[in-house]
């Protein structure tokens, strides 16, 4: 089993940036691919970006393509979401993913998800 906890939402305003972070931990020992989706208040889930093990670049949804980094440090089990340039509609609660293969991930089939974390961009 592996556990993924969410942290660095909160609410910002428009043009600003903010970095989320997921970390996992359990069977850490294995190789996942890892990502994030968001889902805002009356829509569906929405994936975002993900990211293999195996170090090739990340993968972006054509939606935040351009605004949003994804990162990973593999000694700490970790993946970063760098957003910036936020806007109103980016408001969502955003979810780490991970799964042992990276197009369960990007297709969002993959067997792990974290709990969320809420991100609010005023105008």
């Known amino acids: 089993q592996v556990q993924l906890v969410e942290s660095g939402g909160g609410w910002v305003q428009a043009g600003t940036s903010l970095t989320l972070t997921c970390t996992a931990s359990g069977r850490t020992d294995l190789s996942y691919a890892m990502g994030w989706f968001r889902q805002a208040p009356g829509r569906e889930r929405e994936f975002l970006s993900a990211?293999?093990?195996?170090?090739?670049?990340?993968y972006y949804a054509d939606s935040i393509k351009g605004r949003f980094i994804l990162s990973r440090d593999g000694a700490n089990n970790t993946v970063y979401l760098q957003m910036n340039d936020l806007r109103p509609d980016d408001t969502a609660v955003y979810f780490c993913a991970a799964d042992r293969e990276f197009f369960a991930v990007t297709g969002g089939t993959n067997y792990y998800w974290g709990q969320g974390t809420q991100v609010t961009v005023s105008s």
């Open positions: 990211m293999s093990w195996t170090g090739i670049p990340p």
